[in-house]
């Protein structure tokens, strides 16, 4: 069974209010000839598909044909993440059981996808995200003290319960009908320990605790994980079970612009651990920050980044005339232009304002702080004016 892991697509996303609707489309359209040509038998997408519950109308119908030609190919199971709504995502699951299954519901927890092999069977189980705060009371089980603990761990840890308990009494009944045990495969959006994260990551801090072990998924064969945006294995890696995080298909913040972005193909055979191989992601427009004096970044340094999206530090000792103007004429697709001087030894980072002190020294202090020099003699009458004018505007009111 070749079975094709993704995760965070993010549809509707902006970057910097740079519209990606086109490059998640290149990425759509990808990974429709990954499937094809690697004949992949299902597509698990791990959450996040939307960026945001209310989706915009495009994005809706860019995941509506993304789903239907996945779907000419391949069996498709989505879960949901903690960008998307479960019930919104979920609506006209239950119309769906041919090709293409959501599963957004707690009651879903023991109704795994079923991929019939050749004498193994794959079943392929969904934990919609969990948020502890609504889940711990649904998932604390008939007969049950109270909810459970406010944390991800636990919510985890009781949903996977169920997953196993459901996992043992079917490889049961495999077993009495002569069949081999199935393999198994769980999609889950959370922070698993170990995972190293990105800026572009919503906080799910709950009790001061975003993340959980990777033991709470023991007892399976592959855990297809959402929620990360930087493709990476995780857990200890000794152990049967194997946990990765899929990443998001393109980079959407600056801390992401050295990841290599991929897909997971996974060979599930009838024993062993699962094969692994990613298949990297398009990347239509580069991201790269570059840092140092103007003239540099404007010269030699900065001819290989014209096309990327770029992130501008300029780190001249005094901020350059027309700064944003210059920098966006050599790099068109600029989303960040920042002065920030090398940091001084001597003088004053803050201004100390006292009644004691001359407003207008106070005033200067400020503009060498943020600036890197102290003002002109022309920067000076202005501040100059504008304080007499208040003074005289105090006298009158």
Do not use: C
Not at 29 to 34: P, Q, R
Not at 127 to 148: C, E, I, N, T, V
Not at 277 to 292: Q, S
Request: charged letters at 25%; zero cysteines.
């Amino acid at each position: 069974m070749r079975l094709l892991h993704t995760s965070d697509w993010h549809l509707g996303r902006t970057l910097h209010g740079v519209d990606l609707t086109a490059h998640q489309q290149a990425f759509l359209d990808h990974l429709v000839d990954v499937v094809r040509e690697e004949r992949v038998d299902a597509v698990l997408v791990a959450g996040d598909v939307y960026d945001r519950a209310i989706p915009p109308v495009e994005s809706v119908a860019q995941l509506s044909d993304a789903l239907h030609r996945l779907s000419e190919h391949a069996a498709v199971v989505v879960t949901p993440g903690n960008h998307d709504s479960a019930i919104r995502l979920g609506f006209g699951a239950d119309l769906m059981r041919d090709r293409v299954r959501v599963l957004a519901r707690l009651d879903d927890l023991t109704r795994p996808v079923v991929l019939p092999g050749d004498g193994h069977d794959v079943l392929v189980y969904g934990l919609p995200y969990l948020d502890p705060d609504a889940a711990r009371h649904a998932l604390a089980g008939p007969g049950a003290d109270g909810p459970l603990p406010r944390s991800h761990a636990a919510v985890l840890g009781a949903a996977m319960d169920r997953v196993r308990a459901d996992l043992t009494a079917r490889a049961a009944e495999a077993a009495a009908a002569g069949r081999g045990a199935p393999r198994s495969v769980v999609l889950a959006h959370a922070f698993v320990v170990g995972g190293a994260a990105s800026e572009s990551e919503r906080d799910i801090r709950v009790g001061g605790v975003d993340h959980a072990p990777a033991a709470v998924f023991d007892g399976v064969d592959y855990v297809a994980l959402g929620h990360l945006h930087g493709p990476q294995r995780v857990g200890d890696g000794d152990g049967p079970t194997v946990l990765r995080y899929s990443g998001s298909p393109l980079a959407y913040s600056f801390s992401e612009a050295r990841h290599a972005k991929s897909t997971v193909l996974v060979d599930l055979g009838p024993s062993g651990a699962p094969g692994v191989r990613l298949v990297p992601a398009p990347v239509p427009r580069r991201l790269t920050d570059l840092t140092g004096p103007l003239d540099d970044l404007l010269g030699a340094a900065g001819e290989p980044h014209v096309d990327d999206w770029v992130r501008v530090t300029v780190t001249d000792a005094h901020r350059p005339a027309d700064l944003y103007r210059r920098v966006r004429a050599r790099f068109p697709h600029a989303l960040v232009v920042q002065h920030q001087p090398p940091a001084r030894e001597s003088g004053p980072r803050v201004a100390d304002v006292t009644a004691a002190r001359d407003p207008l020294e106070v005033a200067a202090e400020f503009v060498q702080h943020v600036s890197g020099a102290r003002p002109t003699e022309a920067e000076a009458a202005v501040l100059r004016r504008a304080y007499e004018q208040v003074v005289a505007a105090e006298r009158s009111a």
